[in-house]
């Protein structure tokens, strides 16, 4: 162990602790900026490039970043002196010399680290006048990056290289010039960016953001002639009270609703219930493909994945395209939604496909990507108009003068917002699969299957694996969460060395509770764990807890789609991937 004094307090640590986290020990929260430590993913960020978090050292000529210096025996360290917060001060000054004075209308505005780390310091007046940068804003589909506003914390490029393996961000150029960026500078949408937002939800600043659509929505919900319905993803109500003051873990979903309807939405409906759906065509398709590989077909294709996350599937058709006939051919609950919304529901309400505004409450970025791809548009026309995310809808319901805490519980409007518990664990790692799970099972064996939760399935590992006893036959399940992790998996199924049967894989840590979307949880793992907690919760507490029970999922075959997999089906509830 290691003695040493940091703010005249006795003080012990293992050898190899940073200054930062031996003062953390003690109740001292030193400010950082580019520091960032991952949870239970194992990754510590310590660059000390941004030297916020400078500590003096007695007997050292420098100041010391504590994030990247390690505590040695018998230091003396004050974290407070004069010395230490005018060098901060003056840090942070030099770095608001090159950032927009925008604050007032900056998406970030708030929720800002640089802003309120300059408060804390206590930084009134600006010295230092330089350069500014002027990088061109580049709009994607999903994510808008203005560099103008970066300030080289390089968490962004830590996430998308280290924890996603992705590799679209990296530093270019050096000194004044240098900036966190696509190869050759290109524009996101060119790059093999995923979408996945995870850089978005550790950028400390303004400069990656997610395309904004509240303004279209608020237009759209204003128009007579538009009926507009809302479709709220399973994730969104563990999170969405965070931003309200809510304990993480809190389940809002009847205030949820009960907002979405006094924002003016004509029907609130639940992705579960398409989620349900899901389940219904994916969980064919594995039953079939089961069957093929035991009746001996050496074509088949196992194991199965799962297809409902759109960042991972951007990442295998950037990066494995070869293996593009792999995953099922399920489109995702959102992409499920939006065709029976515009073919089936329209018809019922007796209006045309084109009245019809179908918006999504997403914790994803991608999902808005997902949305105007060519093949989910009938003429143009999206079957999911576009997807808002957890974010966004809370800065609405503020905007509409509406505390979500105080608001009433409501339900869904029927037929499309009644779920079973199955679709409400899709939000957490290994739901998905534990949902498909609970159906294969009893469509294979033809018996009641008692216990419905599968445990194995369940936690946060970034790989899990577990065999469910199908009546005699081994399923082998395999479970990958953040793409880095999704990456193993596939090289092994490339390598011939998979013996997995299926495998459920997100693009987000922890799966859609984790999504670039999300109220900030800046890497607490221990958020991650109420939020899931949260729809196990809902699961538990549903009368009907298996997907092919869901009677709306019934009615729907029966009055309209005919069967799983079945012609209809495939036109309107199945995919293709591109190169
Ligand atoms: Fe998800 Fe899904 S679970 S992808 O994570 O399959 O975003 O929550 O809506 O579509 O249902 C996200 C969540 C979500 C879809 C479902
Ligand atoms: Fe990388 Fe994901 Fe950000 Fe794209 S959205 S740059 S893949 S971290």
Request: aromatic share 6%.
């Amino acid at each position: 162990m290691i003695k040493l004094t940091i703010d005249k307090k006795q003080v012990e640590v293992p050898q190899g602790t940073t200054i930062l986290e031996a003062a953390k020990g003690i109740g001292v929260d030193i400010p950082t900026l580019c520091y960032m430590h991952l949870g239970d993913m194992g990754i510590e960020h310590k660059p000390g490039g941004c030297r916020i978090c400078v500590v003096e050292v007695e007997g050292r000529r420098n100041l010391a970043p504590s994030c990247n210096s390690k505590c040695e025996q018998g230091m003396v360290i004050h974290t407070h002196n004069m010395r230490v917060l005018n060098a901060r001060k003056t840090v942070m000054e030099l770095m608001l010399s090159d950032h927009p004075f925008d604050c007032l209308v900056c998406a970030k505005s708030g929720n800002c680290d640089l802003q309120s780390t300059a408060q804390q310091l206590g930084v009134r007046e600006l010295h230092y006048k330089g350069e500014q940068s002027t990088y061109k804003v580049d709009y994607s589909p999903s994510i808008i990056r203005d560099m103008d506003k970066c300030i080289m914390c390089r968490r962004c490029e830590t996430m998308c290289n280290d924890v996603q393996t992705v590799g679209a961000l990296s530093a270019v150029n050096r000194g004044f010039q240098s900036v966190v960026a696509p190869a050759f500078e290109m524009d996101l949408e060119k790059s093999t960016c995923t979408y996945c937002g995870q850089c978005v939800a550790v950028c400390p600043t303004g400069a990656l953001t997610e395309k904004d659509h509240t303004n279209q929505l608020i237009r759209d919900l204003a128009d007579p002639k538009k009926t507009v319905v809302v479709q709220t993803a399973p994730a969104v109500r563990a999170a969405l009270g965070e931003e309200f003051g809510m304990e993480p873990g809190t389940l809002v979903t009847g205030k949820m609703v009960s907002a979405l309807r006094q924002l003016g939405f004509n029907s609130v409906f639940d992705t579960d219930f398409a989620a349900d759906l899901t389940i219904m065509e994916e969980g064919t398709e594995l039953l079939d493909r089961l069957k093929r590989h035991l009746d001996g077909d050496k074509d088949v294709k196992l194991p199965i994945l799962t297809s409902c996350c759109p960042g991972w599937v951007n990442f295998f058709e950037h990066h494995f395209p070869e293996m593009k006939d792999i995953p099922s051919t399920a489109r995702s609950p959102q992409q499920m939604f939006g065709p029976i919304a515009k073919n089936y529901l329209a018809k019922e309400m007796g209006i045309k496909r084109e009245d019809m505004i179908v918006v999504s409450i997403m914790p994803c970025l991608a999902k808005k990507y997902e949305c105007q791809r060519d093949e989910f548009k009938v003429d143009g026309d999206p079957d999911v108009n576009y997807s808002i995310s957890t974010r966004e809808l809370a800065n609405l319901i503020k905007q509409a003068n509406m505390d979500l805490k105080t608001l009433p519980d409501e339900e869904f409007d029927n037929p499309l917002g009644e779920s079973t518990g199955a679709g409400v664990i899709f939000g957490a790692t290994g739901g998905v699969i534990e949902a498909a799970a609970r159906t294969a099972y009893e469509v294979y064996t033809g018996k009641t299957l008692e216990n419905v939760n599968f445990e194995a399935l369940r936690g946060m590992e970034g790989i899990r694996s577990a065999t469910v006893d199908f009546n005699g036959l081994d399923v082998n399940i395999g479970i990958a969460h953040g793409l880095g992790n999704a990456r193993k998996l596939l090289e092994d199924i490339r390598d011939g060395k998979s013996q997995y049967h299926a495998i459920e894989i997100m693009a987000c840590p922890g799966g859609c509770i984790g999504g670039g979307g999300q109220p900030l949880h800046h890497g607490d793992s221990s958020i991650l764990k109420k939020r899931a907690a949260a729809l196990y919760r809902e699961d538990e507490g549903k009368a009907i807890r298996k997907s092919h029970e869901n009677p709306y999922i019934i009615k729907l075959y029966e009055e309209f789609l005919g069967k799983p997999c079945g012609e209809l089906s495939h036109k309107l509830l199945h995919t293709h991937y591109f190169d």
